[in-house]
Structures are given as C-alpha cells and as structure tokens.
C-alpha cells in the first residue's frame, strides 16, 4: 500500500478507517492515522482494491472515537472513485 507524509500511528483525535466484512462483523485492516479527513480518503481511494482483496467490504472514518460516515461499501464505485458521504 502506498504511504504519505501524513500518515502517522493510530492515535486519539486523528482520522482513521474502521474495515468491515460483508455481514457488517469489524475486520483487521491497516492501523493507520491520518492529520486530515481528506488524506485519509486519498489513502482510500488509493487502496480500496487491496483492501477488497484482503475480504474488506466497507468502511467508516472516524475522528477519534466519532464516527463522521460510514460503513461505506467499497464495491460500490464509480468510474474509479468511492462515494462520497452525504
């Protein structure tokens, strides 16, 4: 998976992804923070195929222990873009 100057260890307060199988049962994905909620989905998109490979089906950011969306299937895509939250 790619890296980025603003990828940092998961910490409190910062933007991460929380991964889900297809029943909606919380999976083990990558443990990475993120300094904005923009790099996190740059990440994202740049990874969401792995991440179906590896059996993620969807995600949810959060900030801290604040959920902003999600989950979010990752199968459903448009031309190579994930949906963005309402």
Avoid: C, K
Avoid at 28 to 39: K, N, R, T, V
């Amino acid at each position: 998976m790619s890296e980025h100057i603003d990828v940092r260890p998961q910490a409190a307060s910062s933007y991460a992804w929380r991964y889900a199988n297809a029943a909606g049962q919380i999976t083990d994905g990558p443990a990475l923070a993120f300094d904005s909620q923009a790099a996190a989905e740059q990440w994202l998109a740049e990874n969401a195929e792995q991440l179906l490979s590896e059996g993620t089906d969807a995600v949810s950011l959060s900030d801290g222990e604040s959920v902003i969306y999600g989950p979010m299937p990752l199968s459903h895509r448009d031309s190579g873009r994930l949906p963005r939250p309402r």
